[in-house]
């Protein structure tokens, strides 16, 4: 039977589209077959879709179409009771419920917004709704500028009716709480109910969910922007009118603030520029000018000349009028509509978000309390959380040479808001700094080890080992100090002094530049000739492994054996058995030519020093993994069919078809994972998504225990 569940509100603005997340996010480590449920949505102008649903079919990319995603508009309600026709209401929304379930393990269903002039009426069409559709309720609660009192009563109302109409509850969850009422809210809502068997959770109330960017502003306001575009994303947590003298009005500025000030003030512009620069004053996400003036032209020119500006936009309501418009503006985790490719994303909010839960909600409690969900194979959000899982239980150091992107730093600012790893970036200090806060980065300094390779303590001691480790290929101590000036050899050494575990670089550097230190420093394991590579190919099933996609263009016979023993061992270590099968263009005896003799051939050698492994080769793609196939061509084998690590002959065919698999199917691709190593170093693509830092410095975490 679908699983399924109902978050239940009272009032608008109780942030169930956090709550959403954090549970799909749950759900989906466990399948992929995830639907989301609205009964009733209102009816989008120019047909734009509901910003829930566009929310969460977008950020989880959900196999599901937008119409199957809700049961009938507000419109089609109102006409149906308006005719009396109540039932018909029911009977329209189950129907479209009951048809998710056949396709779906998991359905959550999310009530309504709460925006029309009957709340009491609409509570009741959810709490029938929830009860025929049989979902198991979470009762969500409005903490913000409320008493502990004043949230308990309203949620006892809610929980009095649910219980009345025999609606399965299973917990209670409070959000946007203030921190200072936080801990009160949460130990009076344990003593009110903690003789039940109620999930029992408190959300702290977070601003920067809540805080617009820069661009909405803009967007909304139909501003001219004049400087800042590359700042855009820049988040507005406060606003201020700057009509007065410069010198008072600094005084009042406050961190992330927007300020407002008349487009003619040319005073003020050089005077809020400066003390954004300046370290005794907040960072500003920006400025904005009213009354449809812009700076003088020797300001113009003054601007034009900085390396990276604040967003300085142009609005033609005076001061006043925009400062009154400025409380309208609207922030939304989504802009653009999935249905056209527009859909955009706030990742950075998003990720926030679903931190949030999982912190201040016991999601083991959660999912006991659901019904139990059937696992089919490993999903892409299983195995990419278990990753972080795995990494966590042992943390260990890994250093990152590219201390200045801003991509590196906002994946080194979810692992240590996770504490999943300790990490050192390199790069100067006051540079890197200055880019966190100019970013908004939820960031931590202390937390954070920076150093600059040419001040760094252990400089000369690192430059006296690379000498003694190269002075045979002709290495003085004068080469040594310049080789390690160069952030992948300083971060090389550090993994080879054991004063990091691992290192991961590539964002910004070639392949080249990055694994070279590690070829000539810290070297192949013991019984290893060569480095290669592997994919993570997270399937909507399960998780395959590819090699050698990345490093070695066209091994031999030796070379190719070796490549499928380490990416055997790297299965193992990941938790995937390795069933391996070395790719050719025919399968078993049936092919002849140089080409499927050098796969033959490695299958031999890998088998022999290998026999522990099951092996196959040389076999075809489609008979290696598709049951059906492997067993007509290759029925007496213990690897075709069902395949899980998958070994190509060169690299012109695994480059490829891991670009085709992924396009194609929508598979998450991690890596390359670089394998051979005594100890891990591992190569970003430049493209490299924030979400593919994380999941690489996880891996090479884990590499550091596993090897």
């Known amino acids: 039977m679908t699983s399924s569940l109902y978050i239940s509100t009272t009032e608008s603005g109780s942030g169930k589209a956090l709550i959403s997340?954090?549970?799909?996010?749950?759900?989906?480590?466990?399948?992929?077959?995830?639907?989301?449920?609205?009964?009733?949505?209102?009816?989008?102008p120019l047909g734009k879709q509901d910003e829930d649903i566009n929310l969460i079919l977008s950020y989880f990319a959900l196999n599901q179409e937008y119409d199957r995603a809700f049961g009938l508009y507000v419109e089609e309600v109102q006409e149906l009771i308006s005719r009396s026709n109540y039932d018909e209401v029911l009977d329209q929304i189950i129907v479209k419920y009951k048809?998710?379930?056949?396709?779906?393990?998991?359905?959550?269903?999310?009530?309504?917004?709460?925006?029309?002039?009957?709340?009491?009426?609409?509570?009741?069409?959810?709490?029938e709704i929830a009860k025929n559709l049989g979902c198991p309720i979470l009762i969500l609660g409005n903490a913000e500028r409320r008493s502990t009192q004043e949230a308990i009563a309203s949620v006892k109302i809610?929980?009095?009716?649910?219980?009345?109409?025999?609606?399965?509850?299973?917990?209670?969850?409070?959000?946007?709480?203030?921190?200072?009422?936080?801990?009160?809210?949460?130990?009076?809502?344990?003593?009110?109910?903690?003789?039940?068997n109620y999930l029992l959770s408190v959300i702290p109330y977070e601003a920067k969910l809540i805080s617009p960017r820069v661009k909405e502003i803009a967007q909304q306001l139909n501003a001219e922007v004049l400087y800042g575009h590359n700042r855009l994303d820049n988040l507005v947590r406060d606003y201020v009118i700057a009509a007065m003298r410069l010198e008072h009005a600094i005084t009042r500025l406050k961190e992330d603030s927007l300020v407002i000030t008349p487009g003619d003030r040319n005073d003020m512009i050089v005077g809020?520029?400066?003390?954004?620069?300046?370290?005794?004053?907040?960072?500003?996400?920006?400025?904005?000018?009213?009354?449809?003036?812009?700076?003088?032209?020797?300001?113009?020119?003054?601007?034009?000349?900085?390396?990276d500006p604040l967003p300085i936009f142009s609005v033609p309501t005076n001061t006043y009028e925009t400062s009154e418009l400025i409380k309208q503006v609207k922030t939304s985790l989504v802009t653009g509509d999935r249905a056209e490719g527009l859909a955009e994303c706030d990742r950075e909010k998003i990720t926030l978000g679903i931190h949030l839960f999982d912190e201040h909600v016991n999601l083991s409690q959660l999912e006991e309390q659901i019904n139990n969900i059937k696992v089919k194979g490993i999903t892409p959000k299983m195995f990419?959380?278990?990753?972080?899982?795995?990494?966590?239980?042992?943390?260990?150091?890994?250093?990152?040479?590219?201390?200045?992107?801003?991509?590196?730093?906002?994946?080194?600012?979810?692992?240590?808001?996770?504490?999943?790893?300790?990490?050192?970036l390199l790069g100067k200090p006051e540079k890197i700094e200055q880019i966190i806060n100019q970013n908004g980065l939820s960031l931590d300094i202390s937390q954070l080890k920076i150093i600059d390779p040419a001040r760094a303590d252990k400089f000369e001691s690192y430059a006296e080992q690379f000498y003694q480790l190269r002075k045979h290929k002709g290495a003085t101590p004068d080469i040594a100090s310049e080789y390690l000036l160069d952030v992948s050899y300083f971060g090389t050494m550090m993994v080879y002094a054991g004063d990091a575990d691992g290192m991961v670089s590539g964002a910004v550097h070639t392949t080249q530049h990055t694994l070279r230190p590690a070829l000539q420093l810290i070297k192949t394991q013991p019984g290893y000739a060569l480095v290669s590579s592997v994919f993570f190919m997270c399937l909507e099933d399960r998780v395959l492994v590819y090699g050698d996609c990345a490093i070695n263009p066209n091994p031999n016979a030796e070379q190719l054996a070796e490549i499928?023993?380490?990416?055997?061992?790297?299965?193992?270590?990941?938790?995937?058995?390795?069933?391996?099968?070395l790719l050719s263009y025919s399968s078993g005896t049936s092919g002849k030519g140089e080409d499927v003799e050098k796969v033959r051939t490695a299958t031999a050698i890998a088998r022999q020093r290998r026999p522990d492994l099951k092996?196959?080769?040389?076999?075809?793609?489609?008979?290696?993994?598709?049951?059906?196939?492997?067993?007509?061509?290759?029925?007496?084998?213990?690897?075709?069919?069902?395949?899980?690590?998958?070994?190509?002959?060169?690299?012109?065919t695994g480059n490829n078809t891991y670009k085709a698999v992924q396009r194609e199917t929508g598979a998450l691709a991690i890596g390359p994972i670089v394998q051979g190593l005594k100890k891990p170093v591992n190569d970003l693509s430049r493209g490299c998504t924030i979400d593919d830092i994380v999941n690489t410095i996880a891996i090479t975490a884990i590499q550091t225990y596993k090897s």
């Not at 799909?24 to 989008?44: C, D, H």
């Not at 370290?279 to 003054?302: A, C, F, M, T, W």
């Not at 049951?627 to 290759?634: A, D, E, I």
């Open 21 to 44: 997340l954090g549970i799909i996010e749950l759900i989906l480590r466990k399948t992929n077959k995830v639907a989301f449920f609205r009964p009733v949505i209102r009816k989008q």
């Open 384 to 424: 990419t959380y278990n990753l972080l899982q795995q990494a966590k239980s042992q943390k260990r150091h890994i250093v990152l040479p590219e201390g200045k992107e801003i991509r590196i730093l906002q994946a080194a600012a979810f692992l240590l808001n996770r504490d999943i790893v300790d990490l050192t």
């Open 272 to 307: 809020l520029l400066q003390a954004h620069q300046s370290v005794n004053y907040p960072h500003l996400s920006g400025i904005l000018l009213s009354g449809d003036l812009q700076p003088e032209e020797s300001i113009r020119k003054l601007i034009d000349g900085l390396d």
């Open 564 to 581: 499928a023993i380490a990416s055997a061992d790297t299965a193992t270590a990941f938790g995937i058995e390795p069933k391996v099968a």
């Open 99 to 127: 048809n998710l379930e056949q396709d779906y393990d998991f359905i959550l269903c999310e009530g309504s917004d709460y925006l029309g002039q009957v709340s009491a009426f609409e509570f009741n069409l959810n709490t």
């Open 615 to 652: 092996i196959e080769g040389p076999i075809q793609y489609d008979a290696a993994v598709d049951l059906t196939v492997g067993l007509q061509k290759m029925p007496n084998s213990q690897v075709a069919g069902q395949a899980s690590v998958l070994i190509f002959p060169d690299l012109n």
């Open 158 to 196: 809610s929980l009095k009716s649910y219980l009345a109409r025999e609606c399965p509850v299973i917990g209670i969850v409070f959000n946007k709480a203030h921190p200072e009422l936080w801990e009160e809210l949460l130990i009076t809502l344990e003593n009110q109910f903690g003789n039940t």
